[in-house]
């Protein structure tokens, strides 16, 4: 394999019918041998490899599949586990799972979003006392077994520096040079097996970069690229522009660079003035890995075109891995025809460049009417996108003033008045676990089993538990559940026009866990109230405050596939108007909180900063557009959660909300410092209890951190909450888990 010609540069791995995550779930729950879950991972392996050879891609990409995640994967490849792992004395693939999950009085590592994504890697530790080895040999492995089935496949390999600029820890850079050994060794036993190429993906130098962090790159190429023996190596950059690590990678004696030119268009006008690559081959990223439309087949061949000449070797890919995109239209039933005929999945995505890859090499009449008619059917698509011209005039017509509420000073002192709570206030972030009997009741509603009236009882039964349950363990400020919700997206997206769903458009989050996201494809509204009903139910159970519960305008964009024919802040906009309404009318309905959830701010955040505050600015815009109609009396609580909050400080500052809960728990209150620097001055609740993890913390451990908030933060201001939703728990974690909670609460406030 000397040429790459059309590939792509990953591939989902959770299963089309989500076999890995049944299988995952089995095994952690005990009911599934080691060796099991081994065969489920072979077979989808094998299954991908299959499929992406028949498909008439030249090159198919290998060590894509991953149990957990592929940063812990590297972590583990050159022996990056902490010593409270290893004292935990389980197998390997245990000590994996502990580092994901936690284990025992063992937490997890920090689980943060893999650059602008909606996917969540596993932070690695590194330290002084961290020793570089290849211990595993996954990569080698798979790339033979692939090859034993007549695949000759690319291995794929986290690079080097950018799996050290993803870790935690001073100095890690530092660690280059043994880190290099590893790799190197690794080079040497995949160019044995007979790898003719290896993927090492550079994504981290698509955002900004110090002198001494390009450097690193340069330092690290230089090296991998002259040892005597290896395969020829393909760097990749993707969700942007590689920017000034393009030049440096093209001074390397590296043999490709794969760019992405969706999310860094504008890196097409530069790439013909870096001398470098006309030696090299560059696979130009032109089909969108993130999204779902169809790709305008006829404008990506024209950017193909305006490269020929000024590389060495042209081939096409995705603009990244296929892991952020369902797997395949067919399987979708539902869909209304005109929408099913504007998209593109995995599958048809591989499709797609394989068209691309055929044009590149020849000249063919019947292929080049099938780029004109693709580009014919996206324009066509665009043109019958649902409009709303009252929408569109109330957008017209906004002014500053809609973005405004009264003071934050003159909302407290009424609010504190009203709910009249005591300082570190309980509560919990919104979702309690949704169990098999929920779940079975919303099967059994689609499927006709149960009728409507017959869901709602069933719903208002789960949320008189939850409302029992919350009194019963002393919370302050109480949620009804959301028991009625399949996903904080997709509900809302649900009761908005606007939106369409897939049955089967799974795509993984993090570990086992996949969301199915909406597909936002017209003008949004609407058109009639959607957590009322469910809002003021649970307040009429108890005299507590219940908070009603909403997503975001940015989080519903962030995990929805959203159209890509109008500016982003234009739909935001709208979403944020249809969120006003709702709360308009809970406020009218008694509710005295309201929680409007925006985990996904940081979550979008441009990766370079040059393009940031345009992004904030709407961003902040659109939730002050939703929250800035309530009422002082009104207090207006926000949640964020797994993210590198630094980044977007003076952005959470700039929300206004009343109370904010963040995710605190795994980085020790580290968000709090960050607060404090901005002069934040509203109410914050950092989070205690990490529900992303099996464990149930103790009230001491819980105590401590709320000690370290009240050292930051004003008690009064402090609030105690977990890190996130409840939904993936069970009761049995759950329950113990809060006890402790309301425990740890009670015990600081009594020392204040």
Known sequence: MSLIGSTVL????????????????????GDLEASALR?????????????????GLDSVPCNTFSYYDQVLDTAM????????????????????????????????LELTKWFDTNYHYLVP???????????????????????????????????????????KGEGRLDLLDALLECYAELLGLLAGAGAAWVQLDEPAFVADRTHEELEALR????????????????????????????????????????????????????????????????V????????????????????????????????VSTSCSLLHV????????????????????????????????????????ALVKELVAAGEAVRKGVEQARRDDRVRAEIAALRPEHRRRAPYAERAEIQNERLNLPPLATTTIGSFPQTGEVRKARADLRAGRLDEAGYAERMRAEIKRVIRTQEDIGLDVLVHGE????????????????????????????????????????????????????????????????KGMLTGPVTILAWSFVRDDQPLDVTADQVALALREEIEDLEAAGISIIQVDEPALRELLPLRADARKEYLDWAIGAFRLATSGATAATQIHTHLCYSEFGDVIEAIDGLEADVTTIEAARSKMEVLEDLAAVGYSRGVGPGVYDIHSPRVPSAEEMTELLHAAVRAVPAKRVWANPDCGLKTRGYGEVEPALRNLVAAARQVRAQL
């Open 483 to 546: 028991p009625e919700r399949n996903d904080m997206v997709q509900y809302f997206g649900e009761h908005l026009d606007g939106f369409a769903f897939t049955d089967n458009g799974w795509v993984h989050s993090y570990g086992s866990r996949c969301v199915r996201p909406p597909i936002l494809h017209g003008d949004v509204s609407r058109p009639a109230p959607m957590t009322v009903a469910w809002s003021t139910y649970a307040q009429s159970l108890t005299t507590k405050p219940v």
């Open 284 to 315: 130009a990223g032109v089909v969108d890995g993130r999204n779902i439309w169809r790709t305008d087949l006829s404008a990506a061949a024209s950017i193909c075109a305006q490269l020929m000449g000024s590389v060495g070797e042209l081939a």
């Open 77 to 108: 490849l050159v022996d990056a586990i902490p010593q409270r792992y290893r004292d935990l004395g389980l197998t390997g693939l245990d000590t994996y799972f502990a580092m994901a999950r936690g284990r025992d009085s063992v937490g997890a």
């Open 326 to 365: 369902p797997y395949d239209l067919s399987a979708e039933k539902s869909l209304d025809p005109d929408l099913a005929a504007r998209l593109a999945f995995a599958r048809q995505k591989v499709d797609e460049v394989v068209v691309l890859g055929k044009a590149l090499k020849r000249n063919d009449p």
């Open 125 to 167: 530790e590194l330290g002084p006392d961290t020793k570089f080895a290849l211990t595993g040999d996954k990569p080698v492995a798979e790339y033979l077994e692939a090859k034993s089935l007549g695949v000759d496949t690319r291995p794929v390999l986290l690079g080097p520096v950018t799996f050290l600029l993803l870790s």
């Open 219 to 282: 330092r690290a190429y230089d090296k991998l690229a002259s040892l005597p023996q290896r395969p020829k190596l393909l760097v990749a950059g993707y969700f942007g522009d590689f920017g000034p690590a393009l030049p440096i990678l093209a001074n390397t004696v590296v043999d490709g660079v794969a760019v992405d030119l969706v999310a860094g268009r504008e890196a097409v006008d530069r790439i013909p003035a870096v001398l470098g690559l006309r030696t090299k081959t560059v």
């Open 10 to 29: 990953g591939y989902p791995r959770i299963g089309p019918r989500r076999e890995l995550k049944r299988a995952l779930e089995k095994y952690w729950a």
């Open 39 to 55: 065969g489920v991972a072979r077979d989808l392996r094998v299954s991908t490899w299959a499929e992406l050879a028949a498909s």
